[in-house]
């Protein structure tokens, strides 16, 4: 028997999914006095948090829902003190970096730079050789695989378990609560569980039911190494960007391709994205990549996340969905799933994320 004046036992809770979402749930619910396991299939954040290209930003911010600006917004104002917390616990960079960002052939850019202007966001219009342009100076990225393994890091020194090779493969459920997630290797009971798997989010569990209408949407990227400050700033022209790095890596994304769980690139993509890449930057004419790769991401309609208590069960907690902006959204999704877990007043109005109101948004025909 415990002692009477002991302190209250910390709630436990399993987070499934160790990429930047469930990382950033798992360290919020730490620095609030929970006890957290965090359940990985593969290595942690090694699929779409490592694959993408870390630009703190909607591509386009002023052509997506208020539910997402909403969200995009807070998180990224909290981002520097956010950023700088984890590299301060886990003693390693991230490479977080207000690069800017400049939009070429924004056919408004005018109504675009008002857009910015009423919302917070510094912004002005340019024109130059390659027409008109909408400058953004304050967009920040980070270093996607740096900011992972820092999370990483920060939450196992917080006193969290990491267990990677851990695929859930069913929960054992009591009533309207989920006791435990089995694995093939051991049963985690905690006292809630919060789901954070990404691009998987849309396939059930046995005993689980799936995260409504979230599928995989690939990415093909490429990466080619310049001399540093070749590139000093992020472009952004019909869908294509080019994001520089430090140490002179410039990354060139992205595709959006609805094909499944397939990851595989191809040669044809490889040679588009290159040659749109050059018209950018046309000392990219005479390299070749360094690397191709291909990521899936948690497509969800409208670029809205699903961040809700799952409707079947009092003690599961879903932040998945969040397509295009995982590492974007981070802090404010985890801020507000933290809340709704506690059940405190969210700073944000959670309904526009809500499973009810992933239900009633659908995809385009077609996709």
């Keep these: 028997m415990p002692r009477a004046d002991a302190p209250p036992a910390k709630p436990s809770v399993v987070v499934l999914g160790a990429g930047v979402s469930g990382l950033s749930v798992a360290l919020a619910l730490l620095k609030r006095g929970d006890t957290v396991t965090v359940l990985e299939r593969g290595e942690a954040g090694a699929e779409s948090s490592w694959a993408g290209g870390g630009i703190l930003s909607p591509l386009l911010p002023w052509n997506y829902p208020d539910a997402l600006t909403a969200l995009a917004l807070r998180s990224m ?56 342009a909408v400058w953004l100076p304050e967009i920040a990225q980070v270093r996607n695989p740096r900011l992972v393994s820092a999370l990483r890091d920060a939450v196992v020194g917080l006193g969290g378990t990491l267990r990677t090779h851990e695929s859930a493969t069913a929960v054992v459920t009591r009533a309207a609560k989920v006791e435990a997630v089995h694995t093939a290797n051991a049963d985690y009971a905690a006292d809630r569980f919060v789901v954070a798997t990404g691009a998987w989010a849309g396939i059930p569990l046995p005993g689980l039911p799936a995260v409504p209408n979230i599928r995989p949407i690939r990415g093909q990227m490429l990466l080619f190494q310049l001399s540093p400050g070749a590139l000093d700033t992020i472009l952004y022209r019909r869908g294509l960007y080019l994001i520089p790095r430090r140490d002179g890596h410039v990354l060139v994304g992205s595709t959006l391709e609805d094909v499944g769980f397939d990851k595989a690139t191809d040669a044809a993509t490889r040679a588009r994205l290159h040659a749109e890449a050059a018209e950018l930057l046309p000392v990219l004419r005479s390299l070749q990549p360094v690397r191709h790769w291909a990521g899936l991401r948690p497509g969800a309609p409208d670029n809205i996340p699903v961040i809700d208590r799952h409707p079947d069960f009092d003690n599961v907690f879903v932040n998945v969905g969040h397509y295009r902006y995982g590492v974007t959204l981070a802090p404010a999704s985890a801020e507000l799933l933290a809340d709704l877990l506690e059940g405190r007043a969210p700073a944000l109005d959670p309904a526009p994320y809500r499973w009810q109101a992933a239900l009633q948004r659908s995809w385009p025909q077609g996709q």
């Design 77 to 132: 104002a909290a981002y520097p003190d956010w950023v700088a917390d984890i590299e301060a616990r886990a003693g390693r960079s991230t490479e977080y970096t207000r690069s800017g960002m400049r939009v070429l052939g924004e056919p408004h850019p005018e109504t675009a730079v008002a857009w910015c202007r009423a919302h917070g966001l510094a912004a002005m219009p340019r024109h130059d050789e390659a027409g008109d």
